[in-house]
């Protein structure tokens, strides 16, 4: 495994990121229009209710957490479904660029957006409405890492199906992380769901993190035994995910990667 090849994919993609303003607006735009348009209906709620100041904090902290998760599964799943638009996909693999290489720089390149966004979209909460996210202290890393992860396993599972499927199934890259979204308990507790639903989302490790979120900003305490079901969770799911890609791939290769669109 060559660190500069992989540097080289994400450095590819940071001057395509500098350079295309829809993928600056991608990541910068919508986090910040769901910020006004959650925080404001935040404040109107804490309005209507007498003693909730948690409320604003709970709704803000919810779009700011959530984007680190839709951000890592689009940028890996966008990345594959953008070089079958330029018909690259090809290019990269007759280069000595690995499969393994191709999937770590997808997985960083992820993180690092991710990352960027989340600043980003912490620092408009701050101005917009006074709400510090990094109250969280150092469990807001855990958090962050665990939906990183969920991120990285949708997203693998997405490109895995459009490498099988071609662009025909592109529109799972916007759609599959919001399906497990209503599981993950965002923005209210998980015991206000039907007793069957509540069952499906104990194997959605999102559902873990926003429980535990709200325990920390309530109750002030953590149940790490939780989020360790859901990093567990995270890693069989991640590892099922790249397997899928690699038998993906596989496939693929036997067919011609030039027959992939």
Known sequence: MNTRRIYGVILRHLYLLRRSYDKMVDSFYWITLDLIIWG??????????????????????????????????????LGLIEELWNWNLINLFVSPLTFIEWVIALVALGAVK?????????????????????????????????????????????????????TRVQTLAWTLVW?????????????????????????????????????????GIVDYNKLLISFGLNGLYLVLSIIFLRNSFDSVLKKGLVKVF
Not at 62 to 72: C, E, H, S
Not at 179 to 199: D, E, R
């Open 40 to 77: 404001i209906t935040g404040l109107y709620f804490q309005q209507l209710t007498a003693d909730s100041k948690q409320i604003i904090f709970m709704i803000i902290s919810g779009v700011i957490l959530w984007n680190i998760t839709y951000r890592a599964q689009s940028d890996i799943s």
């Open 179 to 219: 399906l497990i979204s209503p599981l993950s308990a965002i923005y209210y507790p998980l015991s206000i769901l039907p007793v069957w639903v509540q069952k499906i989302a104990m194997f959605v490790p999102t559902s873990y993190v926003f429980e535990e979120g709200r325990n920390l900003l309530y109750n």
């Open 114 to 166: 991710s990352v960027m966004s989340f600043l980003f979209g912490a620092l408009v909460a701050f101005i917009l409405y006074k709400v510090g996210i990094f109250f969280l202290s150092i469990h807001l890393l855990f958090f962050m890492i665990l939906l990183l992860m969920t991120g990285w396993w949708l997203g693998f599972t997405v490109s895995a199906i459009v490498l099988r499927y071609g």
